[in-house]
């Protein structure tokens, strides 16, 4: 009981900021525009978390994400009209421009990381996670159903770095995350069929 204790004392900041973060997920899917200022205190625990551990593109990845986040709060508050924005479908073009982008942040995120240091093995992950990461906050934020796609796939790959890392509550708080995403996915998927129905 006392290393449980001593072992959270430890890792308190990470574990405040999981929690903040599964919470934002939450009221993401239930469309809850609270869910942004839960958002903005995540990102900036996560800084901290993110510098302290060397994952540094992550760690600047927040940073944007607390942009994303005002921004995202002000789209679903005021958006295109009185009443915010409605969860819609990507289209082509939208498609097309996140893929140009994700490659693009991806391969600048990369070459960045490897100049500041070449010996860290986790480049690749963290340059991968940091592009999703954007363009799927991005999505959020305009409430296109396949943001939650893109969380699936960039969360597990997130978890596997958090692993590598030895951040086991971000871990954890990742692959819930994983399935939040897949509900939050279904949810808003049957919240568009309703609205087009």
């Known amino acids: 009981m006392q290393s449980i204790l001593s ?24 469309e809850n525009s609270w869910c942004w200022l839960l958002g903005i205190l995540n990102v900036l625990i996560y800084i901290y978390v993110f510098n302290k551990a060397g994952i540094f593109g992550n760690m600047s990845l927040q940073g ?19 009443d915010g924005i409605v969860i ?19 391969t600048g995120v990369y070459f960045l990381l490897d100049n500041i240091n070449s010996s860290v093995a986790t480049h690749l992950l963290d340059a991968i996670t940091t592009s999703l990461g954007l363009i799927g906050t991005w999505l959020q934020a305009r409430k296109i159903l396949e943001n939650w796609l893109l969380w699936i796939f960039a969360d597990s790959l997130s978890v596997i770095l958090y692993l590598y890392q030895g951040l086991y509550p971000t871990a954890v708080f990742y692959f819930i995350m994983i399935i939040l995403a897949i509900n939050g996915y279904f949810i808003w998927k049957r919240q568009l069929l309703k609205s087009t129905a």
Do not use: D, H
């Open 7 to 30: 072992w959270i004392l430890q890792n308190y900041v990470e574990l405040i900021g999981s929690i903040l973060g599964i919470l934002y997920v939450i009221l993401a899917t239930r």
């Open 64 to 82: 944007v994400y607390l942009i994303i986040s005002i921004y995202g709060w002000y789209m679903w508050v005021r958006g295109s009209n009185k």
């Open 88 to 106: 819609s479908k990507i289209s082509l073009k939208i498609l097309i421009w996140c893929a140009i982008l994700i490659l693009l942040i991806f």
